[in-house]
């Protein structure tokens, strides 16, 4: 039995695997400058990124700031701007799924159940990174904030979601993501329901216990089992 009649993924590390495409391209951008990459220059680079992701989301910094201080807090002395265009563009150039994704996703293929994505990631990068894995095939459409004017959780993000679909109901959707900051909030500001993923073996995140959460899965097995109830 489909208990909701529309799913709405988040993208990285929900369905593809932003770690190994985000080493690829660091790489990529790296070597372009003639410039060498550690393991531990990677797990820098990843940890400011991050940080910043979630201080874009709180509106506390600007887009065009975020892409050029992830470099230049990470390498010092660059041209920030510059780098971050070669990396997006490695980044848009791979699309890797997390271990299990696109066999879920076959095996939920219904014609009452409807899929989307709905991601924070840049227009540029997103795009080439969803062509490139062939996600399309899958999900109906992808709602990516750059190109919305909106960021999750912004409640308007969802509000043009869900316009979009042109389902007012929202006890029909679920709401899949990794993401506490982003996607668990959103699903609370919405008034929707929501699943916390994460991949099989891995932690869920700090702080869950704050949250409104309809359901928590640790894998694929476990997500099929919140859809196909």
Not at 15 to 22: A, M, P, Y
Not at 48 to 57: G, T
Not at 100 to 114: S, V
Request: with cysteine; proline share 4%; charged share 30%.
């Amino acid at each position: 039995m489909i208990r909701y009649s529309y799913i709405l993924f988040d993208l990285d590390e929900t369905l593809l695997d932003f770690k190994q495409s985000e080493q690829y391209a660091l790489r990529g951008a790296v070597r372009d400058f003639g410039m060498e990459c550690s393991p531990e220059t990677e797990e820098r680079y990843s940890e400011v990124n991050k940080s910043l992701w979630l201080r874009f989301e709180k509106g506390e910094i600007s887009r065009e700031e975020l892409k050029r201080m992830r470099f230049e807090i990470t390498f010092g002395d660059v041209d920030g701007p510059a780098m971050n265009e070669r990396y997006m563009y490695h980044l848009s150039q791979c699309g890797f799924y997390l271990p299990g994704a696109r066999e879920f996703l076959e095996k939920i293929r219904n014609p009452d159940l409807r899929l989307f994505v709905i991601t924070n990631g840049l227009a540029y990068t997103q795009n080439g990174r969803i062509k490139a894995s062939g996600l399309l095939d899958y999900v109906e459409k992808v709602f990516i904030s750059e190109e919305m004017g909106r960021v999750k959780p912004d409640p308007d993000y969802a509000d043009m979601v869900i316009s979009s679909i042109g389902d007012p109901d929202r006890s029909r959707y679920l709401v899949v993501g990794d993401s506490i900051s982003s996607d668990i909030m959103l699903a609370e500001n919405a008034g929707m329901d929501c699943c916390l993923f994460a991949a099989e073996g891995k932690p869920f995140p700090r702080g869950l216990e704050m949250h409104d959460i309809t359901y928590k899965a640790n894998g694929y097995d476990e997500l099929m089992a919140v859809i196909c109830q």
